[in-house]
């Protein structure tokens, strides 16, 4: 039997921009817990299993955490999807990073 050892997580707060199609509006979420190889995120909106998306990690400093030191920008797959709880309570959504790029925030507001 083959044993997988499982990426580790980090419990880092970034405001995720997501959307299911290329065209489509970006949805708002919040990351739990992210690693190298998946995101999971709290939404106002599930998506099936199997969906593919994009995504944009917001990463800050800590220090002036509204301040977006860079982007993640992603695509991934939705591999879990927690529904359960109270009404009001937020959907949070397990993705997949299946290819990501780095932005730098600072040289993109510099240029535009």
């Given at each position: ?51 593919s ?33 109270p ?26």
């Amino acid at each position: 039997m083959t044993v997988v050892s499982r990426a580790r997580r980090f419990q880092l707060p970034m405001r995720v921009l997501w959307r299911h199609d290329p065209a489509g509006e970006w949805l708002e979420g919040m990351s739990l817990n992210t690693s190298r190889t998946g995101v999971l995120f709290q939404s106002d909106r599930a998506m099936p299993v199997g969906t593919s998306i994009d995504m944009v990690l917001a990463v800050s400093w800590e220090p002036i955490p509204s301040v977006d030191v860079a982007d993640v920008v992603c695509t991934g797959c939705i591999v879990r999807v927690e529904t359960g709880g109270p009404p009001d309570r937020p959907i949070a959504l397990a993705a997949t990073i299946d290819w990501y790029s780095l932005t730098n925030c600072a040289e993109k507001s510099r240029s535009g």
